[in-house]
């Protein structure tokens, strides 16, 4: 054989070994795997290898020959053992990868956290009875800001400035001119200089005076009532009234209209319903302590000064007004002794209702 071609055999031989070492790296599928591809194309201890041996037999070439078959076989080794390393490098990232996914898997089959359930406020519960009825009977819901001023509480509401009546609603005073609404009563006057009749509207809201006591608080939900349109009379206030505390309290309760005072109303009445726990038979009813009868709040036949302030004809049009406190009925409903505990956010009562 010619010097040329053996040569050539011996780096040809030593391409093929490298690309059979490299793409046994390739396909290897585990570290052990990897080490066996290490040991049969490079050699381990005693354990030579092909290449291994062609290297060896290099000393006995000539100094040309050494050249070019030293430098393949050199290129070769380096390039197996960059794959060997690389993959070596990878098989602990994926075993990292893996152990990680392990550790910190999340095992979906596990019942979630519960989130607690809230349940409706026991006011919210008759505001919601209340605006249901009225919006059932055709009424429209109204709403006015909290902080009012003094005009919409009281000015318009026929309640000028040093009028003796401002004195019944102790007032929360803010900056010049602004008090926190005492009533929902405000909303009437927004409501009616905003349209013009006829006008059916429910006002729920909170109001705030200066009171605290089992059956008082300072701040306490209202809600309002107004129709104003031709030939309303106080028969279709009680009638709209009966109505709604059969609603709320039972089928069999009553109503009974007392005179009372309002600036804004005339005439004015305070509402009453008849016991639904006992309807008057028992002295010692926890609801009605005997009298037979539970008050839920004022009313009356609109002043027609109150109409005239709005620019409504009193000749025209009649209307009637009522403001309930859903808070003293939610008491009587649910029989709850004390007012302030609607209103401590204590959850241990809150989770009774
Ligand atoms: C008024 O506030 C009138 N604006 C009601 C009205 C409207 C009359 C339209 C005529 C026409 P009074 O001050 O009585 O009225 O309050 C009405 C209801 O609010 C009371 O019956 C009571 O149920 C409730 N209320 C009043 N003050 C408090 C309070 N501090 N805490 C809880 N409820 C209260």
């Known amino acids: 054989m010619c010097y040329h071609s053996a040569l050539m055999m011996a780096v040809d031989r030593i391409e093929e070994l490298r690309e059979e070492a490299l793409s046994a790296v390739a396909s290897v599928g585990s570290t052990s ?16 290898a092909e290449l291994t041996e062609i290297k060896k037999g290099i000393r006995d070439l000539s100094p040309e020959e050494r050249r070019e078959v030293g430098g393949a076989a050199n290129k070769a080794t380096k390039e ?27 095992d979906v089959t596990l019942p979630g956290v519960p989130y607690p359930k809230g349940s409706l406020h026991p006011s919210l519960r008759v505001i919601d009875e209340v605006v249901d009825f009225f919006v059932g009977l055709g009424y429209r819901v109204a709403e006015g800001p909290e902080v009012e001023t003094d005009y919409y509480n009281f000015t318009a509401l026929n309640i000028p400035p040093g009028h003796p009546a401002r004195g019944m609603q102790d007032t929360f005073f803010l900056d010049e001119g602004l008090v926190l609404r005492t009533h929902t009563s405000p909303v009437q006057i927004r409501t009616m200089l905003s ?7 429910v006002c729920p809201g909170r109001t705030y005076r200066r009171d605290s006591d089992p059956t008082h608080t300072p701040m306490f939900n209202q809600i309002e009532g107004l129709a104003v349109d031709k030939g309303l009379t106080l028969g279709h206030l009680k009638g709209t009234l009966a109505a ?10 009553s109503l009974r209209l007392r005179p009372s005072y309002f600036q804004f109303t005339e005439p004015s009445v305070e509402m009453d319903v008849s016991c ?21 709040g004022g009313a009356g036949m609109v002043d027609p000064a109150v109409l005239e302030e709005v620019d409504y004809d009193p000749e ?21 002794p004390d007012l302030r505990l609607f209103f401590e956010g204590d959850l241990r009562f809150l989770q009774q209702f």
């Open 33 to 48: 795997d990897l080490e066996s591809v290490r040991v049969r194309y490079l050699g381990w201890n005693n354990c030579s």
């Open 276 to 296: 639904f726990v006992c309807g008057g038979s028992d002295p010692n009813c926890k609801v009605c302590r005997g009298a037979g009868w539970i008050e839920m």
């Open 316 to 336: 025209e049009y009649t209307g009637f007004a009522f403001g309930f406190g859903p808070d003293r009925m939610a008491m009587v409903k649910y029989g709850v």
């Open 195 to 201: 349209q013009e009749p006829p006008v059916y509207v």
């Open 80 to 106: 197996i053992e960059t794959a060997l390393a690389e993959r070596r490098e990878e098989s602990v990232a994926v075993a990292e990868r893996e152990k990680r996914l392990s550790s910190e898997a999340v």
């Open 244 to 253: 709604m505390a059969r609603h709320v309290f039972g089928e069999d309760v």
